[in-house]
């Protein structure tokens, strides 16, 4: 079965947008509502496992006693801190503080030369996209992803399989001529139910989490070390369409419990 196309996570796995990107425009959004609240990095990272801002302000709130006592207020509270957190995130992003992980332009370059299809599944605003991708990848960048699935085209976000069932069927690609690059448990559990091979490259926040049932998972597309299992052809450099076209080959699935 050749690979036919390469579907993207955004936050983790395109870049390391979560601890500098997004919880510091979250911050500046409870700043500019003249609110005391403030998530550290230690405390972002337990929050990240709520996919999408919205639902992981009103998880926040709901163990908050100075938050409103009222479920639509603190639905309208949620909404406005997290149009503002993201007008912040994109200035964020504009300002050149978020790059692209090491190894993700150069393999949407290659797969895009190849004629893989590529695509966007992820659980983060559109807004969101278009900042860190035009930011990188210029005015063009929509032209490189044939499909685009955000957080606002799903009634349900990662871990549900929604986004990458819409992706497979605006692709109209069978689930298993794709894999998926993503760097989350959630983002795993989302894909594998949609029955789509899964490549993890570890990211900051989930550095050490449960894995199962990917055909690869290493650092990082920077480097050809370290991951399992090991790339059949080179062993040093970043990774390259060969070895995503190997690992989705072999389909060996490798879990790693943490
Ligand atoms: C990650 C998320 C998002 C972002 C913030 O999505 O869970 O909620 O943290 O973005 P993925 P929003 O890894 O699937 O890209 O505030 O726009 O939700
Ligand atoms: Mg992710």
Known sequence: ??????????????AESERDGHRVAFNRAFEDAG???????????ALLRVTGGRERLLHDMAARPDAPALADERLRLAGDLHQRKNAHYAD????????????????????????????????????????????????????????????????????????????LSALGVPSVEVVAIEDSPGGVAAARAAQVP??????AYFANDTVENVIAIGPGLHTRSSWRPLPSTATEGRVRLDDVRDWHTRMELVSHHG
Not at 1 to 14: E, F, Q
Not at 198 to 203: F, H
Request: aromatic share 8%; with cysteine.
């Open 92 to 167: 964020i992003v504009a300002a050149g503080a978020i790059a692209l992980r090491e190894g993700v332009a150069e393999l949407i370059d290659e797969a895009a030369q190849a004629g893989i299809v590529q695509g966007i599944t992820t659980t983060t605003s559109r807004a969101n996209l278009l900042a860190l991708l035009q930011r990188h990848l210029g005015a063009q960048w929509s032209q490189v992803f044939a499909v685009q699935v955000c957080g606002e085209d799903v009634a349900a976000k990662k871990p549900d399989p929604e986004v990458y069932q819409r992706a």
């Open 1 to 14: 079965m050749a690979l036919k196309a390469l579907l993207w996570d955004v936050d983790g796995t395109l």
């Open 198 to 203: 899964v490549i993890v490259t570890r990211s």
């Open 35 to 45: 609110l005391p609240w403030r998530w550290d990095t230690g405390y972002y990272g």
